[in-house]
């Protein structure tokens, strides 16, 4: 069985741009999370994807969005990037089952310069 | 305010002596715990757990503790091997209902472990 996949590995941007980010669940799996692992820092629940709908998200600003698609794939948006954006973004995925545990996926380290 | 604490940011083993992780938590809502470890560039990846109605959960060599009234958990590595080698990350977990935030699942700064051969 296939774990979470997320893509791509890394990714560089400038100042101002905007970045994709893109997670593929465990198959069978509805529920997408999104973290951000700053360096040196535990990690910070950023959004909650289930059954195509966003059901919560953390403290950060609103430039940082998503969807999930049909298929519970989903997509982080950040736009207008900031230097502080530099990070792992880690993308988990879960079936809701009491304990929550979840599973990730490898991540992307996002480097803003 | 962090709920869930990770105190001490590494620990040194040697090989095959006990490895004792350490967290707190300040949340008395939280319904599970759980370990998880990262190896460099990847994931973390999920390791055990515990209920917050129990007190132990073993699973091969790791085992969690859980002390409620200190708020306090605990894992267990024995014996310690290098390939455990890692950063252990402690999270606390609640369900607060689909529709009503889901899983609140909030995670320590992480215990980076080295276990020495």
């Known amino acids: 069985e296939a774990g979470v996949t997320q893509s791509p590995t890394h990714l560089i941007k400038t100042r101002g741009q905007q970045a994709t980010l893109r997670c593929s669940p465990i198959?069978?799996?509805?529920?997408v999370y999104w973290y951000q692992q700053a360096l040196g820092l535990g990690l910070q629940f950023l959004l909650w994807?289930?059954?195509?709908?966003?059901?919560n998200r953390g403290n950060f600003p609103p430039r940082f969005s998503g969807r999930q698609f049909p298929n519970y794939s989903s997509e982080l948006n950040v736009n207008a990037l900031e230097l502080e954006d530099s990070a792992l973004y880690l993308c988990?995925?879960?079936?809701?089952?009491?304990?929550?545990?979840?599973?990730f996926g490898p991540g992307t380290r996002l480097t803003v310069t | 305010d962090q709920q869930v604490k990770q105190n001490s940011p590494s620990l040194s083993v040697q090989e095959g002596r006990i490895s004792i992780l350490n967290c707190d938590y300040t949340?008395?809502?939280?319904?599970?715990f759980l370990w998880y470890k990262k190896y460099p560039a990847e994931g973390p990846t999920f390791l055990i757990s515990?209920?917050?109605?129990?007190d132990k959960n073993e699973d091969g060599r790791f085992t969690v503790f859980l002390n409620k009234s200190a708020k306090h958990l605990s894992l267990h590595i024995v014996p310690s091997q290098p390939g455990d080698s890692a950063v252990y990350f402690c999270?606390?977990?609640?369900?607060?209902?689909?529709?009503?935030?889901?899983?609140?699942?909030?995670f320590g700064a992480g215990t980076r472990l080295f276990v020495k051969a």
């Open positions: 988990a995925s879960t079936q809701n089952n009491p304990g929550g545990e979840q599973y």
């Open positions: 198959s069978g799996h509805t529920s």
């Open positions: 994807y289930d059954e195509g709908e966003e059901r």
């Open positions: 949340n008395s809502m939280f319904d599970y």
């Open positions: 515990i209920s917050s109605i129990k």
């Open positions: 999270a606390a977990s609640c369900f607060k209902g689909k529709n009503t935030g889901g899983f609140k699942t909030i």
